[in-house]
């Protein structure tokens, strides 16, 4: 798409881009600032995601929540408490387990 985008023909009118090609379309000048929109009431944590170099160019399709769930049982065997903190031992637990079988 970007080639087509820089030949200037036969691009979409309406393209929906992922947050990681963000940087690249702004940096082509190819995103309007979007902040002056009627999207005033928006929650700032995802809104802000789509701000590159102080210019609001994307807005959140959406905003979902995330769960962790896993075995105890398995953890347990593996010598993991499964009320350890997530953050400091997610990756720790996932190696400890990787290769085991329930």
């Known amino acids: 798409m970007l080639e087509v985008i820089e ?3 036969g691009a979409p009118n309406v393209a929906a881009v992922s947050l ?3 940087g690249v379309f702004a940096e082509g000048g190819w995103f309007v600032d979007v902040a002056a929109s009627p ?3 928006m929650v700032p944590g995802p809104w802000g995601v789509g ?9 959140p399709l959406g ?7 896993y075995r105890a049982d398995l953890l347990a065997n593996a010598g993991v408490e499964s009320d350890q903190a997530m953050e400091d031992t997610e ?3 996932i190696r400890k387990v ?3 079988t329930p």
């Open 7 to 9: 030949e200037g023909k």
């Open 20 to 22: 990681n090609w963000l």
């Open 39 to 41: 999207f005033d009431d």
């Open 51 to 59: 701000e590159v170099g102080g210019k609001q160019l994307a807005v």
């Open 63 to 69: 905003i979902f929540p995330a769960g962790l769930w």
């Open 91 to 93: 990756a720790a637990m």
């Open 98 to 100: 990787e290769g085991l």
